[in-house]
């Protein structure tokens, strides 16, 4: 897992062609990615992203506050993106938009989405639980080292990013072409993902890139970043892993 030199690099290149300056190499991005080889136990990790209709069912079951963010706390995030960006994803009446049913969850937090795995738990007898930043990428590259889950190319038409998406979430598993080695779908772009792993306090590491990102050197498996716990984002959902056989 991780990156070379010339991996970060690409990366750095990537986004500057697509972006036309050069932000991510300014403000170094891409230089926590320590190079490592990591030997994990089996798992499963489910194909896509935990959908609007598969978080609905949680919801029906045990009351737990719908996805949505206040015009207030999401200000105090202090992101690029205005507040009413996010009154599409947002959940009216404890359910999801009609039209957003097969897309994946966001405006989750970290708690929310353990809550979503505790549930899942109990109703299916499984232990599910958010993967691992290892076990993420591992799902998402394989273990050839790969820049990207298809290869070492960036070919835009195999995920949803900006670069030619349409600056917003999709039904997941619309990009079979650009799946992992071990048929994981949407590990680039789409949303970024909740792992286990922290990173520092109150914080825990997201990986994959986004709708939102072109470039695209943030989608590539390697890439990470830390969200605080507590952060409803348009831009973050989860998938979930288990050790069950």
Request: charged share 25%; net charge positive.
């Amino acid at each position: 897992m991780g990156s070379t030199r010339a991996e970060r690099e690409t990366g750095y290149l990537l986004d500057e062609a697509a972006y036309k300056h050069k932000r991510t190499r300014q403000w170094k991005w891409y230089e926590d990615e320590p190079r490592s080889e990591v030997n994990l136990g089996s798992y499963h990790i489910t194909e896509t992203l935990v959908t609007n209709r598969q978080y609905a069912a949680f919801i029906a079951d045990t009351g737990h506050p719908t996805p949505n963010v206040d015009a207030t706390t999401w200000r105090s995030y202090k992101l690029i993106h205005p507040f009413s960006r996010t009154r599409k994803f947002s959940w009216k009446e404890a359910k999801p938009p009609a039209s957003r049913l097969d897309h994946p969850v966001v405006l989750v937090s970290y708690s929310d989405a353990l809550a979503y795995a505790a549930w899942l738990s109990k109703k299916t007898g499984q232990p599910w639980r958010l993967p691992t930043e290892a076990e993420w990428e591992k799902a998402a590259r394989g273990t050839d080292g790969r820049l990207f889950p298809w290869g070492n190319e960036f070919v835009p038409a195999l995920l949803n990013s900006h670069d030619q998406g349409p600056f917003e979430t999709t039904p997941v598993g619309q990009h079979p072409d650009g799946s992992s080695p071990y048929g994981m779908l949407d590990a680039a772009g789409q949303v970024f993902e909740w792992t286990q792993t922290p990173a520092g306090q109150s914080r825990h590491i997201v990986k994959g890139g986004s709708w939102d990102d072109k470039g695209c050197g943030v989608c590539r498996p390697a890439a990470r970043h830390s969200r605080p716990n507590h952060l409803k984002h348009i831009l973050v959902g989860f998938r979930l892993v288990t050790n069950a056989n």
